[in-house]
């Protein structure tokens, strides 16, 4: 089954620095991987994901991600943290089955940005 | 960008009543729905798919009779807590999947706080 898997619930990083977010993920398959922000009380947004094409993958509010087979990882980073970005992640994984667009979440990763 | 609307945000009920939760899908069609249950400071966990007209397929554990949904049109599909009990409190978000299809992108709604007294 295809999993995910998210290294630290909490991180806390000074504003103006790196954002490090990692993610592992298990497939028998090559897998479609996303990452989602939620903020206190709201749904879940999406900032970028992987669909098998480039393994750098950039997507909203300055964060990227690379997808790398070789350590089944999906680490989502950010040059420059900055204090909106202080909020829940989470790493997905989309399910395997002919039509299924049913997404596995990881447990989140909470993300304090300290002034 | 594709928007998902959930009404009511935040619904307060007594034990024993029932509580419907929409899911709109306000500028695409949805061809399937998702509903997730998430616990407080923890991940979503996904309670059952929606497909427009046809029954929801619900995942293992999750109670049929206690969670009615009903996908009625491509737009709308709805979640209803019967007889709620303080322990079906918790955080309920819907998403969509639009039916140009594509990676598998889905949208979604705000989520709407359960609170059963």
């Known amino acids: 089954a295809q999993s995910v898997t998210q290294l630290g619930s909490h991180v806390s990083v000074s504003e103006g620095a790196l954002v490090l977010l990692r993610c592992n993920y298990s497939?028998?398959?090559?897998?479609?991987l996303f990452w989602y922000v939620q903020y206190p009380n709201q749904g879940l947004q999406l900032l970028l994901k992987y669909t098998s094409a480039a393994t750098l993958v950039k997507g909203i509010n300055g964060f990227e991600a690379e997808f790398k087979k070789s350590e089944t990882s999906f680490h989502l980073t950010k040059p420059s943290a900055h204090m909106s970005d202080a909020a829940e992640y989470f790493c997905a994984v989309r399910r395997l089955g002919a039509g299924s667009y049913q997404l596995t979440f990881g447990k989140g990763t909470k993300l304090s940005v300290i002034p | 960008g594709a928007v998902v609307s959930q009404h009511p945000s935040w619904v307060i009920c007594k034990s024993g009543t029932s509580v419907k939760i929409e899911c709109r899908s306000l500028d695409f069609q949805a061809t399937t729905m998702f509903w997730y249950r998430q616990f407080p400071k923890q991940s979503l966990m996904l309670m059952a798919t929606s497909n427009e007209g046809s029954k929801a397929t619900y995942e293992q554990g999750v109670e049929k009779d206690k969670f009615l949904i009903n996908h009625a049109s491509l737009t709308l599909s709805t979640l209803t807590v019967t007889s709620a009990h303080p322990e079906d409190s918790s955080f309920y978000i819907c998403?969509?999947?639009?039916?140009?299809?594509?990676?598998?992108?889905?949208?979604f709604g705000e989520g709407s706080r359960l609170t059963v007294l």
């Open positions: 998403s969509a999947r639009s039916l140009a299809g594509g990676t598998g992108e889905l949208f």
């Open positions: 497939s028998s398959v090559p897998p479609y």
